[in-house]
């Protein structure tokens, strides 16, 4: 789909332009309103906070109001200064307003001395009008195990609760809470900041943010460089559907690396042993809940623990040596599983269910195409099968005014990837990168875990290298790059993704 120049900030109609005219009237209060910057207060040191006025409905600028907080990071240097760098920390439902402190540390100054450093909480989410459906407890817990029809039948129900807990509260904000309006919201702020471009860092799911940005307002696009990419072909169900096939295909690769490391971890001398002792783990805890860390986990339980888990050699297996121990250590324990602590606010898990389910037309409005797919994907992905293909609140969930915006240009773009994903898998990332053909994809060859940078368990030097020279100059390279994971790397303190972030 082409766009308009923006500042129109519509979709180009097919037939002439001046239809879209009256619309950009419209919108010109928003485009020009006058923000009133303040500090953030004292949680958030250094960053000017703001807010930013959009319209709820954009083919109704006229109607509902809705606000989106802002922050900036003014570390741009007169003489060097370039405009502005917005950041998506992934989600759907993650906050951003921290994120310019991060990534200030993070990057060097050939790159901040040219952007101030804006981060925003997307619609919906945390300190912008926020979603809420008064929900919490399990409520908030996906995706759910279906070990049976009884529990597939208890999770249908769960869906059509918390499906219509959020129609009831907030019938109004959910068919606009999508993808596609967050990324107008961005171009919103652009114009309300003065500057003619955007330039962009996003992970995960502020990959697929960014890939909008760049299908609608191509030419407000600037630098665009993106983190672990979601697959603009999968979204949504798929992109957790994929889970599946991806952690069969790490358990493969773990089991036979811990296999040859027999002498250290102790979990079998071949691949079969190392997986038959994983799977003994998940019967004893199906009958006798297993305690690690306070927390008691059964059969289920172990395998979602496990599932991101299996990307990391050795994080992986010295998970499942502590995890044998423990299960030798509790012999006398039958207690049930832990149920997980629910958060004080249901705000960013259903600010995810909004976005997932009003982006996507492919989730089935009825319960028997999930029962057949558990059904298959349990027998082909006994690890996560159940889990990656049950039934969601989508399935009852209220009609988007739109979908999600189908992604293909050639605009630049700079997309960075490990190969080892559990959250997005590399073939998400070659999905996006052949959706943006004008983009070059750098690879992590061998590279664990979800995020090559900011999430990183352990930084690549030769992706960020590619990263930071093309956000200092503008620069991609000529051609996809692979980079090699550092052999032996200490594994470094991971920074934590924001609450709420899923992709």
Not at 73 to 93: C, D, E, H, W, Y
Not at 392 to 421: F, G, K, M
Request: hydrophobic share 40%; net charge positive.
């Amino acid at each position: 789909m082409t766009a308009v120049v923006a500042p129109l900030l519509t979709a180009a109609p097919t037939s002439a332009a001046p239809a879209a005219r009256p619309a950009a009237r419209q919108l010109a209060p928003y485009l020009h309103q006058k923000l009133t910057w303040k500090a953030c207060g004292p949680e958030l040191p250094d960053l000017q906070c703001a807010t930013l006025k959009v319209p709820l409905d954009y083919a109704r600028p006229d109607g509902q109001r809705i606000d989106v907080a802002i922050s900036r990071l003014q570390t741009s240097v007169p003489g060097k200064r370039r405009g502005i760098m917005a950041f998506n920390p992934g989600g759907p439902g993650g906050p951003g307003l921290d994120f310019p402190l991060m990534a200030a540390k993070d990057f060097g100054r050939k790159i901040t001395d040219q952007f101030d450093l804006i981060g925003f909480d997307p619609r919906g989410v945390g300190e912008s009008t926020p979603l809420t459906c008064g929900l919490g407890g399990t409520d908030l817990t996906y995706p759910r195990p279906n070990r049976s029809q009884a529990e597939f039948s208890a999770n249908t129900a769960w869906s059509k609760k918390v499906a219509a807990a959020c129609r009831t509260k907030a019938a109004d904000l959910l068919p606009h809470l999508t993808t596609r309006n967050t990324a107008r919201d961005m171009d919103v702020m652009r114009a309300a900041l003065g500057e003619k471009k955007l330039s962009y860092f996003g992970i995960s799911y502020g990959s697929v943010l960014g890939a909008t940005y760049l299908q609608l307002f191509p030419h407000r696009a600037d630098r665009f460089a993106v983190d672990s990419a979601v697959d603009p072909q999968r979204m949504w169900r798929g992109m957790y559907r994929i889970w599946a096939p991806a952690v069969e295909k790490a358990f493969t690769r773990w089991a036979r690396w811990t296999a040859r490391h027999a002498s250290t971890y102790h979990l079998g001398s071949t691949p079969q042993q190392v997986r038959s002792t994983v799977w003994s783990l998940v019967k004893r805890a199906k009958s006798r809940p297993i305690e690690l860390d306070e927390v008691r986990y059964d059969d289920a339980g172990l395998r979602n623990l496990m599932r991101p888990q299996f990307v990391r050699l050795r994080q992986g297996a010295q998970l499942v040596q502590r995890l044998k121990r423990a299960a030798a250590d509790q012999t006398w324990s039958r207690a049930p599983a832990t149920v997980p602590a629910a958060p004080a606010s249901d705000n960013l898990a259903v600010a995810r269910w909004a976005v997932v389910c009003a982006d996507s037309s492919n989730w089935p409005r009825d319960p028997a195409p999930y029962r057949r797919d558990v059904a298959r994907d349990s027998a082909r992905y006994p690890m996560y099968g159940d889990f990656a293909s049950g039934i969601s609140p989508c399935a009852y969930w209220p009609r988007a005014a739109e979908t999600a915006t189908p992604i293909n240009n050639r605009l630049p773009a700079l997309i960075v990837q490990n190969e080892w994903d559990p959250t997005t898998p590399l073939n998400a990332a070659q999905s996006m990168h052949r959706a943006l053909k004008g983009s070059r994809l750098v690879t992590v060859r061998g590279g664990e875990g979800h995020s090559v940078r900011f999430w990183a368990d352990v930084r690549n030097a030769c992706a960020d290298r590619q990263t930071d020279t093309y956000l200092a100059t503008g620069v991609l390279p000529a051609s996809d790059i692979t980079c090699q994971a550092t052999p032996g790397a200490r594994t470094r303190a991971s920074s934590v993704p924001p609450a709420g972030s899923m992709f």
